[in-house]
C-alpha cells in the first residue's frame, strides 16, 4: 500500500490512504523513536475548527476599519475570495498611503510547517517587503534573552545555540551533567523543519548505561526522563542563580576553581569574585533563598569540582524577570571549573530545549525561499506585542538602544499564535482592539483568528507540496500532498500571489513560477553534484544527506588557542563582567553575573506557578487532536500540585480548579503528583484559548496559563519573554463549570 511521504517539526512521517478512505501515519523508517505527536496529525485535518472560507468580522465590514473592543466578541460574515482579497488590497493601500510602511506590523512567528517554501514567515516577509517594508520582530519567546546576552560574555549566540558539544561526545566523556532545568524528554522531539532521526533519547538511555551522574536542578522531576537516574534538587523556582552564587562561592574560597583557566581564557573573574564575598552569597545563604540545604550544596560544589563536569541550562530558566541572570551565572561557573572547550566538560544551553540541541547530524544549509530586504528598520523584541500596539510614540531600552513604538494601524499574522506565545491575554486582548485591521492566515479558528477581522483561510502541509528538512536533520523530505483542502483553503503564496496582483507586483512576487515550479527552482539552485535531480527526489520521497561529523565540542578551537580563535567578545575572551553591559546602567541587569530578587512572594497567592511547554502537542498546535485531548482532565488542561497542598485546599484528582491573580483566572483539572515541589503547581501552555468575561475579569475555560502571567520584559537589555513563572492560588470550583466551546466555531457565522 502507497505512503505519501511528509515531515513535521516533530518528525518525518508518511501518510497511507486506507481502503475505507481513511488515513493512517506511520513513522519515518529511520526513525528510532518517533514523537508520539504524530498521533494528532489526521484528526486536525477535517476537525470542526477548520476555517472554510474567507470570514470577515461583521463589525470591521458594517463599519469599516477602526479601533475597537469587539474583536473577539463579534460574529463574522463569510465571503468569497475575490470580494476578501479587494478589501484587503484596499485596506493596505489606505494604510501605506495615510500612515506609511511603519504602521504595518507582519507578525509571523513561523512554526505554520516545516515545509521550506510553504513557510508562513517567509512568504509574508517576501509579500511585505515587496510591498514596501513592515514593521517586524527580532528574536524569539524560547530563546530570546540568550540571543542578546550571549554575544556580550563568549561573542555570539549561535556558536552555543547551534555549536553544543554533542551527545556521543557527552556520553563518552561526561562524568557529572548539573542540570539546571533539566533535560526535558518531552521537548526533544520538536525541531524547526522537523528531524527524521531523532537520536537524543538513545543519547539519554545512554547516559543511564554509563552510569553518568545527573544532578536534577528544577521543581519539577519530570524535567529529567525518569529512565535516567538522578540526584533531585527541587529549587524553588526562580532561584538558579541563588543555588549558581552558592556553588561558585564554595568553589571560591575553597580554592577549587581553576585560577590559571580564568586568567588565560576569561576577563572579569575579580569582579564577580568580589561579588561573591563582599554580598556572602554562600552556600547557607543560598540555601536559605532556593531551599536546597546548605551541606548538600557544598557537596556538589566539590563533586563538581572533582570530576568532568557538564553544566547545562535549559531556555526555561531564562524566560522569567532578570532571565539573563541564569544563563550567565552558568557560564561563571562552568569557567570556575575550567573544563570549558574539554569533551564532556563545561557548558550547554539548550539541552532538551530542542531536539538538535547536542544533535551530530548533518549542517547542510537547505533550501529557502529568498524573502528580499525590508525598507522599514523599525523592529521590536517579539514578545513586546502588546506594549507596541498599546503604546505608540512610546520609547523604551533594547540592548544599549533607545527605541520608540510606532504607530500600528494593520496587524498581518500568518504562521503563528500570539494568544498561545504571548502573557497576560486579557491585556493582549486590549491590544489588538486598538489597530484599525487585524489580517489572520489561520486553518483553525483558533483565537487569534477570533480577534482578527479578516480571516483567510489557509492549507495545511498534508494539503499541498513542499521539500521539509530543519537544522541537522538528516533527510531532505518530499512533501506530497495527501488530501484536498479543506474548504476553499488556500496556501499561504496563493493568497499573497492574489494580493500581489491586485497591488501591482504580482510579476516579483511569483517570478512567474507555480508552486510546484517554485520548488522545483529551489531545490535546483540547493542542489550538490551528489544529490539526485528534482524528478528523482520527489520520486523517491526524499534524500538522505551527507553525515557530520559525531564527536565535537563547544569552544574548543578556543580553548586550544585563544589567540588564534579569539571569540567575538571586546576582549575576546569569555567576559564574565563586561563593560559593554555595565556601561548601559540598567539596574535590572548589571555587568556581571548577580542576583536578583524575583517576584516578591504575595499571602494572597502563595503559590509558584510553571507555565511550561506541553509534552502533547507542540505549543498550541493541534490542540484538537486525540494526543493532546487524551492529557485532559474533564476537557481541560491539566494542572499538576502537590498531594500536600490539594489536601489544604480540599481538593482531590481530577476536580475542576480554578487557577486566579490579579490579571486573571483559567479552569484546569487536577492531577496530583509527589513529582512537584510543594508550594509550586504546573499548567503547560498551548491550551486554545477560551475566554468568558466575568464580573472578576477574564476567565479561560480551557486552562491557558497566559491569563495569568505577567507581560514584563526579563530586563531592559533583551526585552525577552518573562512568561514561564506567575504567582497564582489555586481553589476547587465548586459551581458548575461553564463548557469548553473552543472547539466549535465561532458563534454567528454567517454567509
Known amino acids: 500500500m502507497t505512503v505519501i511521504p511528509s515531515t513535521s517539526h ?12 481513511g488515513l493512517t501515519v506511520v513513522p519515518h523508517p529511520s526513525d528510532p523513536a518517533p514523537s508520539p505527536l504524530l498521533g494528532n496529525v489526521v484528526e486536525g485535518l477535517r476537525h470542526r475548527t477548520r476555517v472554510a472560507r474567507p ?31 479587494d478589501l484587503l488590497a484596499a485596506e493596505l493601500n489606505r494604510v501605506r498611503t495615510e500612515h506609511g510602511n511603519e504602521a504595518i506590523f507582519g507578525g509571523s512567528y513561523g512554526w505554520a510547517s516545516a515545509g521550506r517554501f510553504h513557510h508562513a514567515q517567509s512568504q509574508l516577509h517576501r509579500f511585505l517587503n515587496q510591498f514596501g517594508g513592515f514593521t517586524g520582530s527580532r528574536n524569539s519567546y524560547s530563546n530570546g534573552t540568550s540571543v542578546v546576552l550571549l554575544p556580550h560574555v563568549v561573542g555570539d549566540a549561535e556558536t552555543v545555540l547551534r555549536g553544543a558539544s554533542s551527545w556521543p561526545t557527552i556520553a563518552a566523556n561526561t562524568e557529572l551533567i548539573v542540570a539546571f ?26 547516559l543511564a548505561e554509563r552510569n553518568v551522574e545527573v544532578a536534577l536542578v528544577s521543581p519539577l522531576r519530570t524535567d529529567l526522563p525518569a529512565t535516567v537516574p538522578a540526584t533531585w534538587y527541587p529549587v524553588e523556582p526562580g532561584t538558579d542563580v541563588a543555588l549558581m552564587l552558592g ?24 569582579t564577580v569574585a568580589r561579588y561573591l564575598v563582599d554580598g556572602r552569597y554562600d552556600a547557607d545563604w543560598a540555601a536559605r533563598v532556593c531551599g536546597i540545604p546548605a551541606d548538600d550544596i557544598r557537596a556538589l560544589a566539590r563533586r563538581m569540582a572533582a570530576r568532568r563536569t557538564l553544566v547545562t541550562v535549559t531556555w526555561s530558566l531564562q524566560r522569567i524577570r532578570h532571565g539573563e541572570q541564569p544563563v550567565w551565572a552558568g557560564l561563571l561557573l562552568a569557567a570556575m571549573l575550567g573544563q570549558i572547550g574539554l569533551p564532556g566538560g563545561g557548558f550547554g544551553h539548550g539541552y532538551g530545549s530542542m531536539g538538535d540541541v547536542g544533535d551530530n547530524g548533518p549542517t547542510v544549509r537547505l533550501p529557502y525561499l529568498p524573502q528580499g530586504t525590508n525598507p522599514v528598520r523599525t523592529f521590536i523584541p517579539v514578545a513586546r506585542i502588546a506594549d507596541l500596539l498599546l503604546h505608540p510614540g512610546a520609547t523604551y531600552d533594547y540592548n544599549g538602544r533607545s527605541l ?35 489580517v489572520v492566515h489561520e486553518p483553525h479558528w483558533t483565537a487569534t483568528a477570533r480577534h482578527a477581522d479578516i480571516v483567510l483561510p489557509t492549507t495545511l502541509p498534508l494539503e499541498r507540496e513542499d521539500v521539509g528538512g530543519g537544522r541537522r536533520d538528516t533527510h531532505l523530505i518530499a512533501m506530497h500532498r495527501a488530501v484536498e483542502p479543506y474548504g476553499e483553503a488556500r496556501d499561504d503564496h496563493h493568497i ?30 540547493w542542489r550538490a553534484d551528489d544529490a539526485p535531480t528534482f524528478a528523482d ?15 565535537f565540542t563547544l569552544f574548543d578551537r578556543f580553548r586550544a588557542d585563544p589567540d588564534r580563535s579569539p571569540l567575538k567578545t571586546p576582549s575576546g575572551r569569555i567576559e564574565l563582567a563586561s563593560e559593554t553591559v555595565a556601561g548601559f546602567g540598567y539596574d535590572d541587569c548589571p555587568g556581571h553575573p548577580a542576583w536578583l530578587e524575583p517576584e ?43 498531594p500536600d497542598d490539594a489536601a489544604a485546599r480540599g481538593i482531590a484528582a481530577g476536580d475542576v480548579v480554578r487557577v486566579f491573580n490579579d490579571r486573571g483566572a483559567c479552569l484546569a483539572g487536577a492531577v496530583l503528583t509527589d513529582g512537584i515541589r510543594p508550594g509550586v503547581v504546573q499548567l503547560a501552555t498551548g491550551a486554545w484559548f477560551d475566554p468568558v468575561d466575568t464580573p472578576d475579569g477574564v476567565l479561560c475555560v480551557h486552562g491557558n496559563p497566559n491569563v495569568l502571567t505577567a507581560d514584563i520584559p526579563t530586563s531592559r537589555l533583551s526585552q525577552g519573554c518573562a512568561g514561564q513563572h506567575a504567582r497564582v492560588q489555586v481553589e476547587r470550583y465548586t459551581a458548575t463549570p461553564p463548557p469548553v466551546t473552543v472547539f466549535d466555531p465561532p458563534a454567528g457565522l454567517a454567509r
Open 600 to 642: 516578591p512572594a504575595d499571602r494572597r497567592y502563595p503559590m509558584h506557578l510553571i507555565a511550561n511547554q506541553p509534552s502533547t502537542r507542540l505549543h498550541s498546535q493541534l490542540d484538537v487532536g486525540p494526543v493532546s485531548r487524551a492529557s485532559k482532565v474533564d476537557g481541560r488542561e491539566p494542572l499538576s500540585l502537590h
Open 496 to 525: 499573497l500571489a492574489g494580493l500581489a496582483d491586485r497591488l501591482g507586483f504580482a510579476d516579483r512576487f511569483t517570478e512567474g513560477r507555480t508552486a510546484r515550479q517554485w520548488l522545483e527552482h529551489l531545490y535546483d539552485r
Open 247 to 270: 556553588l561558585a562561592h564554595t568553589l571560591l574560597v575553597g580554592g577549587l576553581h581553576d585560577r590559571a583557566f580564568l586568567d588565560r581564557y576569561c576577563v572579569g573573574f575579580d
Open 537 to 551: 527526489f520527489w520520486a523517491a520521497g526524499g534524500h538522505e544527506l551527507p553525515t557530520g561529523p559525531s564527536d
Open 55 to 85: 470570514a470577515v468580522r461583521r463589525g470591521w465590514l458594517d463599519h469599516g476599519p477602526g479601533p475597537t473592543d469587539r474583536r473577539g466578541r463579534d460574529g463574522f460574515v463569510e465571503v468569497g475570495w475575490d470580494e476578501v482579497l
Open 404 to 438: 520608540t513604538y510606532p504607530d500600528i494601524r494593520l496587524v498581518y499574522w500568518a504562521g503563528g499564535n500570539p494568544f498561545h506565545h504571548h502573557q497576560d491575554l486579557a491585556r493582549l486582548r486590549t491590544a489588538f482592539g486598538r489597530p484599525d485591521t487585524v
Open 181 to 206: 532545568g533539566g533535560i526535558p524528554a518531552k521537548n526533544v522531539h520538536v525541531v524547526p523543519g522537523g528531524v527524521t532521526r531523532h537520536g537524543t533519547p538513545g543519547h539519554l538511555t545512554a
Open 10 to 21: 516533530w518528525g518525518a512521517f508518511g501518510v497511507r490512504v486506507d481502503p475505507d478512505g
